[in-house]
């Protein structure tokens, strides 16, 4: 078992190179750079002063050189200063980071909380008006854009009834540490929660649901139903175990996916996370920032992956380890 | 000089383990087989789960790599020979798979199917492949409409029949029939064998027979091999298996057999019990320390049988 | 012989076809008795499995209608509602399933799946009596190493390891009946021996009725005491075992055993009916069902109506078509006989 782990990780070491250098390549081959993008409504400043500044900040530099000089600083911990907020960008990167995994991590708490009671209903009584109001509703988030919908949470939630902020991640006048900070926080977190997970639960439903169908009538099913369990019994121990399985393992992909997803939700409610601050430093092409970013994102769905492995590899003993 | 001579055919697979999965020991499904097979006779080769029969018949028709052996089919070794020069060897060896339900292409008509080989060894008008399939459609027993047909419009023994007509389209020399009938209901099983006999006489045709079903077998073939552990165990002609086994292996093969006389239930419960008895006391005689199968040595003209002294390869 | 365990009547089992309901069985009457092993012999679509799921109360019952009798213990098995049918299934009743590869949970260990009808049937055995009498089920199914099995998982045994443990499990709480549906179908030759050989010792350990589902006529001379041979939805022949393969009298059942290659040995043509068991849409349900397959035997040799008739002491038949019934090749045969 360890040494499945530990070869797994293993694994991502390659991984984790190449894509570096992909994200290296991508970031240089974006048109502009950090000094365009910081002068360029800037009249003052001539092409002169600007090649200057590229000068001073190595962007001349060959490719394998400024390559070189980002991995070995990003292995001590140092991103680089950002441009545009004149800040490093570890430092950037800490608050939001942590906002960013909080909003991911109930996100998908909530989802699993709505989806997978939805998804064993809507298998187990399939064809009831319980299971037929599920996969319509299912349906509806399936075909609802994320933007449109959390639109219309703010409006209606914030706006017109006004009871929850209208963005952040907490209020500015709570003391760290208090009680009302904590509340303040999970204020915050309500609608964009709500506006991420009612859309999400799609795919869990959906699989739960016909895995459910799909298994009810399996042999193994029938063997439990001959030794007299009872239905409820059935469900719980025998049909669900197998059925929440693979749910487990898609667990590592799902945080990767949220992380990524997370860039329309922080927009829309000015959430202070990495998705809003992605949007805005492609936009004012903040170079170090972007790298960054991509890189974390990019190590997230490769650690995503292995937990995926690693979770699979724990909760199925059909999975041999050696 | 025979159709098909196989010898000493080994196919391995590497088992990896450890930290860097590295090629710790290698499965031998098929582990130094030979046989020959005359024109126009059946061979049937028969075994249970594992002993390499499958992997032997797939062998042959280079559906799994050999790591050793030679395959001689017509004095060619195919083996040997490019993947290019092999093409004109092969369309005249074809395989009928044991289950009709997932060995043809359910998104194809009875015409594809049938005409597939056709379209990739002859080039042939639209009009001469017609004709071509449906003629085989009519020797295998369907009508000629049906060619227009999916294969689940179809029931077991008729499917296996399209996968036979398919089989037939190149005018094959050699047929390995991979448990043909297993999938199939007992009825449907007597319909297709009596089938492949017609059209052995009619299309002169060699059968490699594989199946786990002796009574099977016994119908089918003239001469068979008993295959465990990758090896063959004995081998000879009908009578010299049933009717005179030697391998313990063999014999408790042959005592497996249900009894059709309820009267002797008993008895034949005490012959099993009396052949594995045998089979565990004689084991060292017929398997190395190794738990291998010895060599075949003769006993008569066609009967050889593996036991200790066989000569070391 | 032994008084009835478990006795059918007028059972149906119809499937919902688009919208549609078809019996798959088809008024059916059928008696098991104590201490014997009663075989239900038939080929894909004939209705025996169907059979033995109705019994059970297994079927889908969203696409499935199940009429008639199935008495067992004075009481209608049909009439009960599910809560009382799981105090006998398991417990009365044990099952045994075709495929031993899919019939077990893969992620519950072997110890806690033959221990679960205990826990349902057998309350007042505490956890450590279950393990032991768990342990001890596995020696009797044959397991040696029954400590070892107990804590594996499915997918670490062979096939005819986890039939036994399937066994194992059927007779967990002592039942009166056990269904075997195609209990060694799945299992290679020497494995369905040891297995059928295992069913016999335990059979006669046993003080119960055992139904005998199976395609293989092989295993029926092995194991059954009585046959029923179904066609159709319908059982076209009852008997004793020896009687049946002996003297078959059924058109269908002497094309059974025609069809077995072992039967002849020899490399002669084997004679069979051609066609298959027709779809349940595709069914003519009035008149012997059997006579499509039969048509060079005149219409007037069948039955109207046919039913099953007890033509000798114990021995049914249905139709009458089974005295006219020749195979064509048989015919062709005595006529080069008188022609030489």
Redesign the interface.
Known sequence: MIQFILRRSLVMIPQLILLSIIVFFLASAMPGDAVTGAFQNNPNVSPEQEEKIREKFGLNDPWYQQYGRWVSKALQGDLGMSYTHKQPVTVLLKDRLSNTLLLAGVTLLVTYLIAIPLGIIAGRWQDSWADKLIVTYNYVSFATPMFVFALLMLFVFSFQLGWFPIGGSVDIRAEGGTFDYYISKVKHLVLPVLSGALLMTYSTIQYLRNDIIDTKFKDFVKTARAKGVPENHVYTRHILRNSLLPIASFLGYEITGLIGGSIFIETIFSYPGLGQLFLNSIMLRDFQVVTALVMISGAAVIVGTMLSDIILSIVDPRIRID | MSLLKVNNLKVHYPIR?G?F?TVKDHVRAVDGVSFELDKGETYGLVG??GCGKTTTGRAIIGLNSVTEGEIIFEGEDLVSLKHRDRRKYIQDIQMVFQDPYSSLNSRKNVLNIIAEPLRNFERLSPTEELLRVQELVERVGLTPESIYKYPHQF???QRQRIGIARALTLNPKLIIADEPVSAL???????V??FM?DIQEEFDLTYLFIS?????V???SDRLGIMHNGRLVEEGTRDDI?ENAQHPYTK??L?????????K?ID??VL?EEVNRLYREQHDAYYSEDGRVYDLQSLTETHSVALQGGAKQ | MGRPVLTIQNLSTSFRIQGEYYAAVDDVHLEVRKNEVLAIVGESGSGKSALALSIMGLHNMQQTKVEGHIDFQNQNLLDLSLKQLNQIRGKEIGMIFQDPMTALNPLATIGAQIEEPMKYHMKELSKRDRKLHALELLRRVGIRNEERVYNQYPHELSGGMRQRVVIAIALACDPVLLIADEPTTALDVTIQAQIMDLMKALQSEMDSGIILITHDLGVVAEMADRVAVMYAGQIVEIAEVTKLIRNPLHPYTRSLLNSLPSHTGGKERLHVIDGVVPALQNLERSGCRFAPRIAWIPESAHHENPTLEEVEPNHFVRCTCYQHFYFPEEKEGEMNDVTT
């Open positions: 383990g930290f999965r249970e789960s029931s077991g023994g209901d007992v009825s449907v099983q007597a319909q064998l009596n006999q786990h079903d002796l009574g099977i016994r119908h089918m049933f408790r093969l005592a497996a057999i249900p009894e059709m006389e309820p009267e239930r034949k419960k099993r």
